[in-house]
């Protein structure tokens, strides 16, 4: 199966370095890194979708006042996950799988924009995004309007057995072949889940989603984070100690398995451009 890395949000949040770690000015860069993945016979599946046309031309309502002040979301069009499907000479009718690392609406904006595709996520977070809501956070994060056309859901169990490299797995999804599975990590919300690829080789790709959001919290042997990243994990987590505890696992695996798992979250830039660039000279 061939990877396509995409980035489908871009937000220039205030502070520059205190958010990215790298920026020399005074905003920050977050993408959403989300996978586009070519198979033999299922057709193109989607890991995530960012932002989608609707949001960018009607954002109101779908995308919440609250974080698009606080992390100057840039809505491009261009950046859809629609347009740059067509961009690479696909369809957008080619997407018939949709998986989904979380509900929020920075990864999920995108999902009308293929209305042919099923959409699959745990049922955890299938439950926590439908409501009812309790909290700011909680209340914002979720934005219905992205999805409520939606009908071909695709709600898993976030324990059915199944072991991936120590953690629990969700295999056989609905039409999707083995090379694709679901990793719970709960924390950042009760459904989140990390989404394996086995790639061409015998190599894994790990999106881990929000589990983590800043290269320096894997490969190594301690955590670093920039302090803007650092705050917003805390504003957004459902259960910290979850949260942590799926991290340092994660962490771990990026340590004791890198010959074998690559693992990347949804919102670093560097880890972004690094897979991009890798892709594309395969």
Not at 33 to 44: A, M, Q, R, V
Not at 165 to 179: I, K, M, Q
Not at 200 to 209: I, K, P, Y
Not at 239 to 264: D, I, K, P, T, Y
């Amino acid at each position: 199966m061939r990877v396509h890395h995409l980035n489908c949000a871009t937000d220039c949040p205030l502070g520059g370095a205190v958010f990215d770690g790298r920026s020399l000015g005074p905003l920050g860069e977050i993408v959403g890194h989300c996978l586009l993945i070519e198979t033999d016979s299922h057709g193109l599946v989607l890991v995530d979708t960012g932002y989608g046309l609707q949001d960018v031309a009607h954002p109101h309502g779908r995308v919440p006042g609250f974080f698009r002040a606080l992390l100057n979301i840039r809505l491009r069009e261009e950046e859809t996950a629609a347009r740059q499907i067509e961009a690479l000479g696909f369809q957008r009718n080619d997407v018939r799988h949709i998986v989904l690392t979380h509900l929020d609406f920075d990864h999920a904006g995108g999902i009308e924009d293929f209305p042919g595709a099923r959409v699959h996520l745990l049922k955890a977070e299938y439950d926590q995004a439908t409501g009812p809501w309790e909290g700011f956070v909680q209340s914002r994060r979720y934005r219905p309007a992205q999805w409520d056309a939606v009908t071909q859901w695709r709600t898993y169990a976030a324990a059915g057995g199944d072991r991936w490299f120590g953690f629990d797995a969700v295999r056989d999804l609905d039409g999707l072949p083995p090379e694709i599975l679901m990793v719970p990590l709960p924390g950042h919300t009760w459904g989140h889940a990390g989404v394996a690829v086995r790639r061409e080789g015998s190599d894994w790709l790990l999106q881990a989603g929000d589990a983590y959001f800043h290269r320096g919290e894997m490969r190594g042997a301690r955590r670093r984070c920039t302090p803007g990243l650092r705050a917003y994990q805390t504003l957004m987590e459902t259960h910290r100690g979850h949260r942590m505890r799926n991290q340092e696992r994660v962490r771990r695996l990026s340590v004791e398995h890198r010959a074998e798992v690559q693992v990347v979250c949804s919102h670093d830039p560097v880890e972004f451009e690094r897979c991009r660039d890798d892709a594309r000279r395969l």
